[in-house]
């Protein structure tokens, strides 16, 4: 295992009577140092770094193409990046796969699925891949279609699923083993309100209880009303980072910062002129 880069080196002989050692740092959540990848010579990510502090509720935010599917897609280990580095809770990802895939839950963006499986036998199924066992797995997957509102679904089968229905299926797999650390790539999308509530509940439980999630979405107010962290991605680039208040500054909302962080135009006066006008 690659040791994370902000962990203090080891001292394995210390000298009598010497002074308490203060604790080691708690290491962050999720550490990002020098991430890249690029698709056919084009840049999608450029070396980015970031620490995502335990028990954060961390927003990941950016344009279209701003790299935050491709970035999620390394820290899960589900991409080889080009370069750089990757630590869950201190385990590098991709010296260690199995340890640090143990410590997370992950809702990739494109969800393939087992389509001839049911609901609760998708997740009877994955939890056995994961270890645990049958009647934790059995109880479980119960509650977690009981809260996510797909009772009813459990027994048909996953490739009947509405993309919204296959979006709860995947966070259920996703928590099943109760990771400290989550990451989803727009969680909420294609989710109808009542159950996008739930989601949002569920998560925030999680994070009271110590653990971390982080979330790519296009929705600000959903990152300014439920995140307590935010990272603004921009042509693969980290551009803003840290608490939300930080980097919400004076802005009136995230929604506004984000706008100008970004560099995003107003519609000036004179173009789409011929979507309000009247005549043909
Ligand atoms: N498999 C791939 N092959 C080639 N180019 C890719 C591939 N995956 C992503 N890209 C490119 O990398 C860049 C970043 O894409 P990515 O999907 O990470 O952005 P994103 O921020 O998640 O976008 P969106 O908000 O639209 O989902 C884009 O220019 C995209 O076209």
């Given at each position: 295992m690659t040791e994370y880069a902000g962990a203090p080196g080891p001292t394995p002989h210390p000298p009598p009577q010497a002074a308490p050692q203060k604790a080691a740092p708690t290491p962050p959540a999720l550490a990002i140092r020098g991430l890249g990848k690029?698709?056919?010579?084009?840049?999608?990510?450029?070396?980015i770094n970031l620490d995502v502090p335990a028990g954060s509720f961390y927003g990941l935010v950016g344009p279209n193409g701003a790299g935050k599917t491709t970035t999620l897609s390394m820290v899960t280990g589900l991409l080889r990046p080009d370069q750089g580095q990757v630590w869950v809770h201190g385990v590098d990802v991709w010296a260690d796969p199995v340890a640090a895939k143990k410590a997370i839950g992950v809702l990739?963006?494109?969800?393939r699925l087992f389509e001839r499986l049911s609901g609760a036998e998708l997740l009877s199924y994955l939890g056995r891949l994961r270890g645990i066992?049958?009647?934790?797995?059995?109880?479980?997957?119960?509650?977690?279609?009981?809260?996510?509102?797909?009772?009813?679904?459990?027994?048909?089968?996953?490739?009947?699923?509405?993309t919204g229905m296959r979006k709860k299926i995947t966070l259920a797999a996703a928590l099943l083993h109760s990771p400290p650390l989550l990451l989803l790539d727009e969680p909420l999308e294609a989710v109808?309100?009542?159950?996008?509530?739930?989601?949002?509940?569920v998560l925030h439980s999680y994070v009271r209880g110590g653990r971390t999630v982080v979330l790519s979405s296009h929705v600000m107010d959903l990152v300014e009303d439920n995140c307590t962290h935010v990272a603004v991605l921009?042509?693969?680039?980290?551009?803003?980072?840290?608490?939300?208040?930080?980097?919400?500054?004076?802005?009136?909302?995230l929604d506004d910062a984000f706008f100008?962080?970004?560099?995003?135009?107003?519609?000036?006066?004179?173009?789409l002129e011929w979507l309000r006008s009247s005549q043909d």
């Open positions: 690029a698709f056919g010579g084009r840049v999608a990510v450029n070396g990739p963006d494109g969800l066992p049958t009647e934790v797995v059995t109880q479980r997957s119960g509650e977690l279609l009981d809260v996510l509102d797909l009772t009813g679904a459990g027994d048909k089968l996953v490739a009947d699923y509405s109808d309100p009542v159950s996008a509530r739930i989601i949002r509940e921009n042509e693969g680039n980290i551009v803003a980072a840290g608490p939300l208040a930080q980097v919400r500054g004076d802005a009136a909302s100008h962080i970004v560099g995003g135009r107003d519609i000036a006066e004179g173009g």
